[in-house]
């Protein structure tokens, strides 16, 4: 079992940045991949970043340059840095991994950008 905690959402401004942390239950580096989505009411959940154990990472184009996904296997964390945000941008974003076979989801983390 992996328990997957979210933090760091909150309201910003067009153009502003937030980080959103996602704290494992277990050590990270045993995950095959970990990953960031985001569902925005009305819409399917998407990929927003994506990290392989080996460090290889992917974006969308939406997110390409904006924003960063890292992990830091000492605090068990996986961070998305999230720069210039758009209104776009504005969903619930969640934290995944894949483990032994199985994915693993968070509850999820309310992001908000708008004047």
């Known amino acids: 079992q992996v328990q997957l905690v979210e933090s760091g959402g909150g309201l910003v401004q067009p153009g502003g940045s937030l980080r959103l942390s996602c704290a494992a239950s277990?050590?990270?580096?045993?995950?095959?991949?970990m990953g960031w989505y985001r569902q925005a009411p009305g819409n399917q959940r998407e990929l927003v970043a994506r990290v392989t154990r080996g460090g290889s990472t992917n974006y969308p184009d939406s997110v390409k340059g904006r924003f960063t996904i890292s992990r830091d296997n000492a605090k068990d964390t996986l961070y998305l840095q999230m720069n210039s945000l758009k209104p776009e941008d504005t969903a619930v974003y969640y934290c995944?991994?894949?483990?032994?076979?199985?994915?693993?989801w968070g509850q999820g983390t309310q992001v908000t950008v708008s004047s």
């Open positions: 277990r050590s990270i580096g045993s995950f095959d991949v």
């Open positions: 995944k991994v894949l483990f032994t076979g199985r994915v693993y």
